[in-house]
């Protein structure tokens, strides 16, 4: 795996005990500013900046608030988390314990997917290790805070990434997204002001306070500064995790992992978007083609009708059933790739298909039941030809 | 179910649930842990499960439904999922399935005669670089090739008699 070769932010060296004191010396506005300075925004898919949702859940009225470290990692093609919680879990623990001294909580939550559950061992002794060192529990450091974390298994659900439904999981319910407002930063876990953030947030908000925002800067875009961890999977020489500058172009990457001859890539994993080889030169950035790091490459010979009935399968098991668009709609459009896979789909009928997508992309509840026609129509919109031509029943 | 195993799991809800203040918020973990020792929830564990949160049992039944690692019908000993999502179905997951339906000579979503697999299909497992993936009750397989399913289930019918639970979710 090549996550070791580059080390920019993520991977780059820090001394855990040595920052996370550091940054409980700094007053917690100050702490916020950092990482506003930074440009951070979320890396859990949805981009949202860290530090406003920090900042409201901060100034959030409530005793009790909670800081999660949302640990689903359910997307397709995403496991860059899996590495963090493997190999870098004492920066996590520190992490949400800065973002706890900077919302002002007390309680922490790691939400474990199920299908992780062989990390948790690891991870459990990670928080005694760090309690023992007093980087965690009563009196951090020395200083008059407190905050702890308690580990959360998940039941099998990719919907409870989404993180109003990892919040009704916690409470004991059915993981189904609740409607916003309010955001979980004013009434989350408990009815209490709660933070939900991704593993690698944290991990790169540690790195930031320590070693400044201007230092993050460096590297990525304006609108999408720092780096970004990728998950690179599908029909290349050298998958595994990246560490790259936010902004790469697609083409850049590709060479990075010896995927040059690709056919497309679906950057943001199921819920993403499928570019085709001719749009290669776009950015990978919040600004352009979005992502939460999963990339996943299609080689030359890959039969992108196939890949899009792989996504609908998924969408139609993991969606939560709640509303109508995204419940009949991922059935319907999974009917529909079966219709064109037999060479059966009429044109009227997949235009029809498609702004049944669109209506989907606007309608639904949630953001999996909005994204869930994304590969659906951006693989019909580039391969509708290849997929016509080869499913011909005339010949 | 022999009664006094029904009493002692029981107990063990009363236990936990007790732990939990009777909060709904320790009702998942007290499933996870139902399901574990028993490999499935029956309609008695839900109903004592329902008494110990003074909730309806039919909450229970609904939260059950909801999870996939849940579930009301008798998993066998040992769960094998493996990842049908598109990286592991280009790394040659249907082989891999094929041969994990001859060797325990069952087909996926069902349980072998002697209750020691089930086997079943799940989505991305986050070892999408190292596909096909498999998970068998929590450990992870990589890179499985039909030439190895053999001797990883193998190692697990060799554990028969073992002690062998399905997790820690206590
Ligand atoms: C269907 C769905 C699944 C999601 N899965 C995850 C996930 O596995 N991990 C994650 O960090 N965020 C996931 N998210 C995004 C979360 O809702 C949330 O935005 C994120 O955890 C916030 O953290 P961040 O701001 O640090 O990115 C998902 C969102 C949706 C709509
Ligand atoms: S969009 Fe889909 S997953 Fe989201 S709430 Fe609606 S049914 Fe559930
Ligand atoms: S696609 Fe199989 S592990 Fe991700």
């Known amino acids: 795996m090549s996550k070791a070769d580059k080390k920019l932010v993520i991977f780059s060296d820090i001394d855990v005990e040595k920052a996370l004191k550091n940054a409980l010396q700094k007053p917690r506005p100050d702490l916020i500013s950092e990482v506003r300075e930074s440009g951070l925004k979320g890396r859990g898919g949805a981009g949202f900046p860290t530090a406003v949702k920090w900042n409201l859940a901060a100034s959030a009225q409530g005793d009790r608030k909670f800081v999660i470290c949302n ?89 409870c990434g989404e993180e109003t439904a990892l919040i009704e999981s916690l409470e004991g319910h059915r993981g189904e997204p609740r409607n916003r407002p309010p955001f979980p930063v004013t009434v989350g876990y408990l009815g209490c002001p709660t ?177 869930a026609p994304n590969a659906f129509l951006s693989i019909v919109e580039n391969f509708k030809s290849e997929i016509l031509d080869s499913r011909c029943t005339c010949r | 179910m022999l009664a006094s195993e029904r009493d002692q799991l029981k107990a063990e809800i009363i236990k936990m649930a007790k732990k939990h203040d009777q909060h709904r918020s320790g009702l998942i973990p007290v499933l996870q842990h139902v399901q574990n020792v028993s490999r499935h929830i029956s309609p008695e564990a839900m109903q004592d499960i329902a008494e110990a949160f003074k909730i309806h049992p039919v909450e229970v039944q609904g939260v059950v439904s909801f999870y996939s690692f849940l579930s009301t019908e008798k998993k066998g000993k040992f769960i094998v999922r493996l990842c049908r999502t598109i990286s592991c179905d280009m790394a040659g997951k249907e082989a891999v399935a094929n041969q994990l339906e001859n060797e325990l000579d069952i087909e996926f979503g069902e349980t072998t005669d002697d209750g020691m697999f089930t086997l079943e299909f799940t989505n991305c497992l986050g070892m999408c670089d190292q596909g096909p993936a498999m998970l068998v009750n929590e450990d992870i397989y990589a890179k499985v090739t039909p030439e190895k399913v053999a001797d990883i289930i193998d190692s697990y019918r060799n554990r028969f008699g073992a002690h062998v639970t399905q997790g820690e979710h206590a």
């Not at chain 1, 951090?140 to 659900?157: L, R, T, V, Y």
């Not at chain 1, 290669?280 to 083609?289: K, L």
């Not at chain 1, 109508?324 to 298909?353: F, I, N, Q, V």
Request: charged letters at 25%; a negative charge.
């Open chain 1, 71 to 159: 640990a689903d990692e359910g997307e397709p093609g995403t496991f860059k988390d899996r590495v963090l919680l493997t190999d870098y879990a004492e920066q996590l623990v520190a992490g949400m314990v800065l973002a706890g001294y900077a919302v002002g909580a007390k309680e922490g939550i790691i939400y474990l997917r199920a299908e992780y559950t062989y990390l948790r061992k690891n991870l459990e002794a990670t928080l005694e290790k760090m309690r023992g060192r007093k980087l965690l529990g009563k009196k951090i450091s020395g200083k008059d805070f407190e905050f702890d974390i308690h580990i959360h298994m998940g039941s099998g659900a990719y919907i």
């Open chain 1, 195 to 371: 933070s939900v953030n991704n593993v690698e947030t944290f991990i790169t908000a540690l790195h930031i306070v320590e070693k400044g925002a201007k230092w993050f800067k460096t590297y990525g875009t304006e609108k999408s500064t720092g780096t970004k961890l990728f998950s690179v999977s599908g029909d290349c020489d050298k998958p595994g995790v990246y560490e790259l500058p936010m902004g790469i172009t697609i083409k850049k990457l590709l060479e990075t992992v010896g995927g040059e001859d690709a056919k497309a890539v679906q950057v943001g994993g199921a819920s993403g978007t499928c570019v085709p080889r001719k749009d290669f030169d776009r950015a990978i950035a919040y600004e352009d083609v979005s992502t939460g790091g999963s990339i996943i490459v299609f080689g030359p010979f890959r039969d992108m009708l196939e890949v899009a009935i792989n996504f609908m399968e998924f969408f139609c098991d993991e969606s939560c059933g709640q509303c109508t668009p995204c419940r009949l709609g991922t059935e319907t459009l999974l009917e529909g790739l079966d219709m064109l896979d037999e060479g059966k789909c009429s044109l009227k009928y997949l235009r029809e298909l498609c702004s049944l997508g669109e209506t989907m992309q606007v309608a639904s509840k949630c953001g999996l039941g909005q994204s």
